[in-house]
C-alpha cells in the first residue's frame, strides 16, 4: 500500500520517524493538541490538509555553524544555499539541510530570523522574526505545524499558537490571524558564490541535533520533481499562464507584484527592467545545482543563481549586460558580481543595494496571487 501513496507524503513519513516524532496512524486527529483559536481565520479551514504532528518534521532551533573551511569539506561548492547578511554579518543556510527541516530560527547580528524552506512550492524565504501588531510586540519562533495549505508548508509560532502561510509570511488562522511577517531580501546562491563575496561568512552546520537524519542530508527526497507535469499534493487548479513547476522571480512595488519566468532570465542573462516607475536589475548566472532534480545533488542539473538589485548607483541608473567576468554596467565599465558587488573598475568596493524577491514554483505563486501580479514577457 505504501507504495500508492506521494513520494513527498512518504518523505514526511520517514522524516517524522526518523525523529522519534511520528505519530501518523491517523492523522485526522492531529488538531487535537493544538489551542489555536480557530474561530478567528482570514482563509477557510477546509483549505488545511493534516499530514503529521506539528514538528514532525524538526525545526532547528540551536542551530550551529561551519567556517569556511568546515563548510567546503561538508557541503558541495555548487549547491544552494539561502544567503543573508546583516550589518556586516553572513549567513547561509543549505537548501539541503532545510529540505529535511524547513524551519531555523536563529539570529543575525541585533535581528531575529527564521529561514524556511517548502520543497513543495520550492519557496526558501527569511523572514524577520519580530512583530507588531494591534499595538503589541512580539518575538515569534516558528515550528512546522504538520499542515499545508495549496502544498505549502504552514507554520506556527509558539507563542500564540497562530498557523503561519510560509510562502506570504501571514498569518492566517488564531490570534495574530491578519499580521505579516517582514521577509529579509535574502539569496538564493551557490555555496562557492557565497564564500566568494563573504570569505568571513558562517554555514549551517550538519550538527543539527538529529543525529539519525545527518547521513541523509545531501539527498533529494523529492526525486524528479522539478521535472515533473503536476505539483504533489495539490488540489486545486493550476493557473495555466505557465508551466506548473516552471520556476519564477517575483518582485514586489507599490501593493503589485511582477514575475519573471527562469527560462527568460537564463536565456538572458541580465535583465534591466521598470516596473511602477521602479528601476530594477535581475542578474543570472550559472553553477548553481537544482535541490529538487536527481537523488544526489552534485548529479542534478544546473540552473543558477539569480539576484535583484536596484541599479541606481551614486545617483546614477546604470545599465548592464553579462559578460564573462560578470556584470558590468555600460556607463562606467565595473565589474559586478552575482551578489551585487563591484569587483573591479570605476565602482570597485561598492554593493549594489539587494531587493527582496522571491523564487518559486509557477503553480505556487499563481495560488496565492492569482490577481496581482503581471507578468514579465520578452
Not at 477557510?44 to 499530514?51: D, G, I, N, S, T
Not at 504532528?53 to 567546503?72: E, H, L, N, S, Y
Not at 524547513?102 to 530570523?113: A, H, M, R, S, T
Not at 507588531?132 to 499542515?147: N, P, Q, R
Request: glycine share 8%.
Amino acid at each position: 500500500m505504501t507504495k500508492l501513496l506521494p513520494i513527498c507524503l512518504l518523505t514526511f513519513l520517514g522524516l517524522a520517524t526518523l525523529t522519534g516524532w511520528a505519530q501518523v496512524q491517523n492523522p485526522d486527529k492531529l488538531d487535537k493538541r493544538w489551542k489555536t483559536d480557530t474561530t478567528i481565520h482570514t482563509v477557510p479551514l477546509e483549505e488545511f490538509k493534516a499530514l503529521l504532528p506539528r514538528d514532525g518534521i524538526p525545526p532547528i532551533d540551536r542551530p550551529q555553524f561551519f567556517t569556511q573551511k568546515q563548510a567546503r569539506q561538508n557541503y558541495f561548492e555548487h549547491e544552494p544555499v539561502i544567503a543573508l547578511e546583516i550589518d556586516g554579518v553572513a549567513k547561509a543556510y543549505p537548501l539541503n539541510v532545510l529540505t529535511y527541516h524547513e524551519i531555523v530560527n536563529d539570529q543575525i547580528g541585533e535581528v531575529p530570523i527564521t529561514a524556511t524552506y517548502c520543497p513543495l512550492c520550492n519557496a526558501a524565504i527569511i523572514f524577520d522574526r519580530r512583530l507588531t501588531y494591534k499595538g503589541k510586540k512580539y518575538k515569534l519562533d516558528f515550528g512546522v505545524s504538520g499542515m499545508l495549505r495549496k502544498s505549502d508548508m504552514v507554520m506556527w509560532d509558539r507563542q500564540t499558537q497562530t498557523w503561519w502561510q510560509q510562502i506570504v509570511g501571514e498569518a492566517v488562522v488564531g490570534k495574530l490571524a491578519g499580521a505579516t511577517l517582514t521577509q529579509l531580501d535574502a539569496q538564493i546562491i551557490s555555496l562557492q558564490e557565497f564564500f566568494k563575496t563573504y570569505p568571513q561568512g558562517q554555514v549551517l552546520s550538519t550538527n543539527t541535533g538529529f543525529e539519525k537524519m545527518k547521513k541523509r542530508y545531501g539527498k533529494n527526497y523529492y526525486k524528479g520533481y522539478d521535472s515533473s507535469v503536476q505539483p504533489r499534493l495539490f488540489k486545486g487548479k493550476v493557473d495555466e499562464r505557465l508551466p506548473a513547476m516552471e520556476r519564477v522571480i517575483d518582485i514586489y512595488f507599490q501593493g503589485k507584484y511582477k514575475i519573471y519566468p527562469l527560462k527568460i532570465i537564463q536565456k538572458r542573462g541580465v535583465i534591466n527592467d521598470r516596473f511602477k516607475r521602479k528601476n530594477l536589475v535581475i542578474f543570472h548566472q550559472y553553477g548553481t545545482r537544482s535541490i529538487l532534480d536527481k537523488q544526489s545533488i552534485q548529479a542534478s542539473k544546473d540552473i543558477g543563481s539569480t539576484t535583484v538589485f536596484d541599479p541606481k548607483v551614486a545617483g546614477q541608473v546604470l545599465t548592464f549586460k553579462k559578460t564573462k567576468k560578470g556584470f558590468t554596467d555600460q556607463q562606467t565599465g565595473s565589474t559586478w558580481d552575482i551578489t551585487g558587488q563591484c569587483i573591479a573598475g570605476k565602482h570597485q568596493g561598492k554593493k549594489l543595494r539587494r531587493i527582496r524577491y522571491g523564487n518559486h514554483f509557477a503553480f505556487a505563486w499563481f495560488a496565492f496571487h492569482p490577481n496581482d501580479s503581471e507578468l514579465y514577457k520578452e
